[in-house]
């Protein structure tokens, strides 16, 4: 069962930024495309993000130009750094390889708000 271990959400002021990171089994970073979600209350689970073994890139259009994804497998690590930070961007936001899993981490909240 692969664990995600996501930290570094706060509470930042809008056009603020904070860079959120997702620890992952070493091996994962080599076979899987590791995405980011975030699920707001009363919303549903949305991608944010996602890189592909390949470090290709993927991004919906309400974060492209704000959000950026890339992975240190040397610390197992990817990362998602978020700038111009916008209210409707809080969240609680977790990593997965499987959006259809039924293994999720806590997740980190981010909070966008004056």
């Known amino acids: 069962q692969v664990q995600f271990v996501e930290s570094g959400g706060g509470l930042v002021q809008p056009g603020g930024s904070l860079r959120l990171s997702c620890t992952v089994s070493r091996a994962i970073l080599w076979i899987a495309t590791v995405a980011w979600y975030r699920q707001a209350p009363g919303k549903q689970r949305e991608l944010v993000a996602s890189?592909?073994?390949?470090?290709?890139?993927n991004y919906p259009d309400s974060v492209k130009g704000r959000f950026t994804i890339s992975k240190d497998i040397g610390q197992s690590t990817v990362y998602l750094q978020m700038n111009d930070l916008k209210p409707e961007d809080t969240a609680l936001y977790y990593c997965n390889t499987d959006p259809s899993s039924q293994s999720w981490g806590q997740g980190t909240q981010v909070t966008v708000s004056s």
């Open positions: 890189i592909t073994t390949r470090s290709n890139t």
